[in-house]
């Protein structure tokens, strides 16, 4: 038996036959310890963060001064149709108002108070933000401006339209979907692109957010909101109505608004800053 010995290595070898070449004997395991090493190093290296954008629909709060009254007429509206903002992202509109940060932040913090969860503030100075707020938002979709005055043609060209119903402009392909199923209560279902058609009822406590016109082949129970991307034109029918909440472009009427419409078939459309119903057949 022979002993053979190296810097930092002792091993016993049995004597059969020529002497044992280490550089061939070691050599190969060094190197697969280098290669092992480097593949290791590869699978466990970090895979980079991917960053995706997203386009959401949000209900816009412009808020009105005094504050005070205008959250009176909120707790009306909520009162009116329970859980309206529940788990709906919210973006709040200040534009053109003259307040300071102050007034800002106590104005989200009693909105908090409500359950209104406030994702972003738009049109707001830089000023105004910060840590404490939400971030503020930018490039939202206009809308058009209902407070703009109405010429006698207009006025004429909307009264023609109470009787037809409105199309979309020519040569606008105006996208739709159609759901053939009922949707149930706690559902919702929104399509900022265009029409929604429901082949069935909309439960109390579902609701329907469409950016057109919705139609509604049974009982409307839930909530339907309609030109919801600033298409004031757009229009709601339904086959029996017992809606909790009907808007057409930001402007609602709540079920105690309706009590003489209950059970009927009816359109709804708007005319100005007013809801208008009518009987159909």
């Not at 406030?118 to 933000?129: V, Y």
């Not at 606008?172 to 082949?199: A, H, K, M, N």
């Amino acid at each position: 038996m022979r002993t053979l010995k190296q810097p930092g290595l002792k091993r016993l070898y049995h004597s059969l036959g020529p002497e044992i070449n280490l550089s061939l004997t070691i050599s190969p395991i060094h190197r697969s310890n280098r290669k092992f090493t480097k593949m290791t190093d590869v699978l466990t290296q970090p895979r980079p963060i991917r960053l995706k954008g997203r386009s959401f629909l949000t209900l816009a709060l412009t808020p009105e001064l005094p504050f005070e009254d205008w959250l009176v007429r909120l707790d009306d509206l909520a009162a009116r149709s329970a859980g309206f903002f529940l788990r709906r992202p919210v973006v709040l509109d200040v534009e053109g108002l003259d307040i300071d940060r102050t007034q800002l932040r106590d104005l989200v913090d009693r909105l908090g108070t409500r359950n209104v969860r406030i994702m972003g503030i738009e049109g707001a100075k830089p000023s105004l933000l910060g840590l404490d707020l939400p971030p503020g938002m930018t490039d939202g979709r206009e809308a058009p401006d209902v407070e703009a005055p109405i010429s006698e043609q207009a006025k004429k060209v909307g009264a023609s339209e109470n009787i037809a119903l409105s199309g979309p402009p020519t040569g606008r392909i105006t996208p739709s979907i159609v759901l053939t199923q009922p949707v149930r209560s706690g559902q919702s279902l929104v399509f900022p692109e265009g029409d929604v058609t429901v082949v069935g009822s909309v439960a109390s406590g579902a609701e329907i957010v469409a950016g057109g016109s919705i139609h509604i082949y049974g009982t409307l129970r839930g909530r339907a909101m309609a030109g919801t991307t600033g298409n004031a034109s757009a229009r709601i029918f339904c086959r029996k109505l017992e809606a909790e909440l009907i808007a057409i472009d930001g402007f609602y009427k709540t079920a105690e608004d309706m009590e003489e419409l209950r059970g009927r078939s009816v359109q709804v459309w708007l005319e100005g800053e007013a809801i208008k119903t009518g009987i159909i057949g």
